[in-house]
């Protein structure tokens, strides 16, 4: 009686260690999830440099993926960090609205803010193509009369401190293959825009907001693109601590090989943005969002 009492003591001092080291676990990975999440709820900058054909420097700040969030009231923690950047030109690059809300006045009044710190240049993005669809109506007109310089399947040429640059947007199904579409004609008209863009001795800059062509099949090595901006992939969403590794990009799944930085081939450099918020059902977690800052510079004597 006496040993079974005190094997059975035994037993529960065993479990009370288990279930101490249990909680103990639990509680350090929650705190460690929480600090990654609420991590990714402020502001960051990314800054880097590129060498390109520029014959003095052109600084740009690249914004993607807004998702209709705001960095303080009217988004004026976001304003002022990009006007600190002290920009030639801003670059938006695609949903920065969301596609099932109405709300359009979140980027509008943005555009409107930034547009007397630089030139704010605009390429759609998925959703912005799906608000227009489903809303009957064009965003161009909102975003011209709030500042913007609408490059949709279009592209301006400009001369900025001496360089010859080229500003194009493109959101279409070329160089997309997977994306086919039965209209042929505008498969036709988004070949015949390319084909244009490419045709210049000008620097090209082209914010193309699905990187998957650029980043995951190789067109680094094959368009003669100079710079392409991008964004879609958020980062990756969440973000694995240690290895940098993103957790999901749309049309690669699981695991990207690339969701976020600089990616460079022969022909052309991807800066892809992780972003400045999200449309996923997962929070961003060790991802914070950022806005990017790009010196085009000239290139080093050899
Ligand atoms: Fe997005």
């Given at each position: 009686m006496a040993q079974e009492k005190r094997e059975s003591r035994k037993g529960r001092a065993a479990w009370r260690v288990f279930w101490r080291v249990f909680f103990s676990i639990l509680a350090l990975l929650t705190a460690i999830f929480l600090y990654y999440l609420l991590s990714s709820l402020s502001l960051s900058v990314e800054t880097l440099s590129l060498e390109t054909k520029a014959v003095s420097p052109v600084r740009i700040v690249q914004l993607t993926d807004l998702h209709n969030t705001q960095y303080g009231e009217r988004n004026e923690k976001l304003i002022a960090l990009v006007a600190a950047q002290e920009p030639d030109l801003i670059f938006m690059?695609?949903?920065?609205?969301?596609?099932?809300?109405?709300?359009t006045e979140i980027v509008t009044s943005l555009i409107s803010a930034l547009s007397s710190t630089a030139p704010v240049y605009y390429g759609y993005g998925n959703h912005e193509k799906t608000w227009e669809k489903r809303c009957g109506r064009s965003l161009k007109p909102l975003l011209e009369a709030a500042g913007a310089i609408v490059v949709d399947n279009d592209y301006v040429d400009l001369d900025l401190n001496g360089n010859p640059l080229r500003i194009g947007g493109y959101m279409g199904y070329y160089p997309l293959p997977h994306m086919t579409t039965a209209d042929k004609s505008q498969q036709e008209r988004e070949q015949a825009f390319f084909r244009d863009f490419e045709d210049t001795e000008r620097i090209k800059l082209l914010i193309d907001h699905i990187p998957t062509g650029w980043v995951d099949w190789d067109y680094v090595n094959n368009y003669p693109v100079d710079v392409v901006f991008s964004g879609h992939y958020h980062g990756g969403v969440m973000r694995i601590p240690i290895i940098d590794q993103g957790l999901y990009a749309p049309y690669v799944g699981w695991f990207p090989p690339f969701s976020k930085g600089v990616y460079s081939g022969t022909q052309a450099v991807c800066v892809l943005s992780a972003g400045l918020g999200n449309d996923s059902r997962f929070p961003r977690v060790n991802n914070p969002p950022e806005i990017v800052v790009i010196d085009l510079i000239p290139k080093t004597e050899e």
């Open positions: 690059c695609g949903d920065m609205l969301n596609r099932d809300e109405e709300n």
